[in-house]
């Protein structure tokens, strides 16, 4: 079972706007609005940022959001603070109840 | 507050088995599916499976179908991820994280992580 595919790095200055992508197909993103994005700081347990494709749960910065279009998911990062420099990765549940992350993509600062 | 805690790290020889508890609180135990991931170094996320604990039902990744079985206790809200026949590409960290559901894949809340190291 294929991860879903992510850019392995993303780069911004602060301030800017970043996207990441998560491409699947429509077995998994294309198919259902269960598209979660995790971020991770090294050494940490991951983080929950987003889900259902654009959902923020309490907490969360309005700076993240999330959408999706077709089989391809995304997560903008707007306003890129120090404090975002990590790992960030999407997941969907994909049919017969299993679920799949994305490959990973690593955020840094320019 | 809602907490996962995990059993300790283990060094497992090739071959032997190891079971990983992850132990809930401060939330109802049988409300949240219970989801298993794991993270070899330097490597991404990989999810392994999940159960819902307050029937039993359990999935699993294809990947590790007849090696991997998770189990519940509603006596003292624990799960238990179990990984037989070891390999060496099985060192990794394993994390339980809580599922608001069955297919949502919302995982809100993470445990530490265990350290599964596979050394001869």
């Known amino acids: 079972q294929s991860a879903l595919t992510q850019p392995a790095s993303v780069s911004g200055s602060p301030g800017q706007s970043i996207t990441i992508s998560c491409s699947g197909t429509s077995s998994d993103i294309g198919g259902y609005n269960y598209v979660s994005w995790y971020q991770q700081h090294q050494g940490k347990a991951p983080k929950l940022i987003i889900y259902g494709v654009s959902n923020r749960p309490s907490g969360i910065s309005d700076r993240f959001s999330g959408s999706k279009s077709g089989n391809t998911a995304s997560l903008t990062i707007s306003g890129l603070r120090a404090e975002d420099e990590a790992d960030y990765y999407c997941s969907s549940y994909r049919s017969s109840n299993i679920h799949v992350f994305g490959t990973g993509t690593k955020v840094t600062g320019l | 507050q809602v907490e996962l805690v995990q059993s300790g790290a283990e060094v497992k020889q090739p071959g032997a088995s190891v079971k990983v508890s992850c132990k809930a609180s401060e939330y109802t135990f049988s409300s949240y599916s219970l989801h298993w991931v794991r993270q070899a170094p330097g490597q991404g996320l990989e999810w392994m499976g999940i159960v819902n604990p307050s029937g039993g039902r359990t999935s699993y990744a294809q990947k590790f179908q007849g090696r991997v079985i998770i189990t519940r206790d509603t006596s003292t809200n624990t799960v238990y991820m179990e990984l037989s026949s070891l390999r060496y590409e099985d060192t990794a960290v394993y994390y339980c994280?809580?599922?608001?559901?069955?297919?949502?894949?919302?995982?809100?809340?993470w445990g530490q992580g265990t350290t599964v190291t596979v050394s001869s």
């Open positions: 994280a809580r599922g608001y559901d069955f297919w949502s894949g919302r995982m809100d809340v």
